[in-house]
């Protein structure tokens, strides 16, 4: 069984920053794709940042400049560091593995950002 746990969530105002990680653990060999996507209320779960084990970034374009994936294999974690926050980027925060073909996912943090 695997499990993704999230941590770095929070309030914070506009024009900070917030570093979101989350490891996974598990009957693990080896994690493919790793991301983070975000869902507001009301709204559809859409990607923020994908990041390839060779360490490959593909990003949403909102978010560009602004947000730094990561990740570190030897602990299965990835990390999420956004800087320049906006109240539109307002949204629970979800971390997705793609582990032997199957996908997984954390609870979600909360991110909140006050203008």
């Known amino acids: 069984q695997v499990q993704l746990v999230e941590s770095g969530g929070g309030l914070v105002q506009a024009g900070g920053s917030l570093r979101l990680s989350c490891a996974a653990s598990?009957?693990?060999?080896?994690?493919?794709?790793m991301g983070w996507y975000l869902q507001a209320p009301g709204k559809q779960r859409e990607l923020v940042a994908t990041?390839?084990?060779?360490?490959?970034?593909n990003y949403a374009d909102s978010v560009k400049g602004r947000f730094t994936i990561s990740r570190d294999n030897a602990k299965n974690t990835v990390y999420l560091q956004m800087n320049s926050l906006k109240p539109e980027d307002t949204a629970v925060y979800y971390c997705?593995?793609?582990?032997?073909?199957?996908?997984?996912w954390g609870q979600g943090t909360q991110v909140t950002v006050s203008s």
């Open positions: 997705n593995a793609i582990i032997a073909g199957w996908n997984y």
């Open positions: 598990g009957s693990i060999f080896s994690i493919n794709g």
């Open positions: 990041i390839g084990r060779g360490s490959n970034t």
